[in-house]
């Protein structure tokens, strides 16, 4: 049971570039979550999905698209990444959003952008 | 939109009780209080739960009143690998929002 993995772990990426982080989680789990961390700041919810084929907007949404195709799987892309885009992503899921389960995150993927 | 707000920072020494308060006026009825603890280059870790009024676990009790408009995090007999950053979660997604505070730094001194 690996619970949440994210690949990469570090990425750079020039200015306008595209990539795709990948989040897996092996618990069955309904719902799924991204986040952004900036230095010393707490973390922003960038996109969320409810269950399998649902995607919603978070917080910062911006510059950002994810995909849900399969219930394990939360896939967040940047398809022009921006230097502001600088971040430690968290990925995370629960059983249910509303109350009573609790978040399991990912180790995280450093993006710098250049 | 609601907030959650929490100390910048708190030192403690080790063998002392520490709590840690996170205020959250626009809580919604069907909403949970969560706390996670955080070490650097780590993710968050689930640390306990809860709804209203008390909750304990192994590691730290939560306490909730009546109004819900406040938690605290209780850890007792803190040691040195206790410090990290502590955030407390109110989970909005109705308003697409989950309201991670900007977190609380405890730093724990022998």
């Known amino acids: 049971n690996a619970g949440v993995t994210q690949t990469p772990k570090f990425r750079v990426l020039k200015t306008g570039q595209s990539m795709t982080l990948l989040c897996a989680q092996d618990m069955n789990h309904e719902y799924m979550y991204w986040y952004r961390q900036d230095p010393g700041m707490g973390l922003r919810l960038i996109h969320y999905?409810?269950?399998?084929?649902?995607?919603a907007k978070g917080e910062v949404p911006d510059g950002y698209n994810v995909s849900r195709l399969k219930k394990q799987n939360f896939l967040l892309g940047l398809e022009s990444a921006a230097p502001s885009q600088t971040s430690v992503y968290f990925c995370a899921s629960s059983y249910s959003a509303s109350g009573g389960y609790e978040q399991y995150f990912g180790p995280g993927t450093r993006l710098t952008v250049t | 939109l609601a907030k959650t707000t929490q100390p910048i920072s708190m030192d403690s020494y080790e063998g002392q009780e520490v709590n840690i308060t996170c205020s959250h006026n626009n809580i919604a009825t069907n909403d949970y209080i969560t706390w996670y603890q955080q070490f650097p280059s780590q993710g968050p870790r689930f640390i306990i739960q809860?709804?209203?009024t008390k909750v304990t676990n192994e590691v730290a009790s939560l306490f909730i009143p009546a109004d819900r408009k406040s938690s605290t995090l209780s850890l007792p007999r803190v040691s040195l690998s206790d410090t990290a950053v502590y955030y407390c979660?109110?989970?909005?997604?109705?308003?697409?929002?989950?309201?991670f505070g900007d977190g609380t730094t405890l730093t724990v001194k022998p």
């Open positions: 979660l109110v989970l909005l997604l109705n308003a697409g929002k989950s309201t």
């Open positions: 809860g709804y209203k």
């Open positions: 999905s409810v269950g399998e084929g649902t995607t």
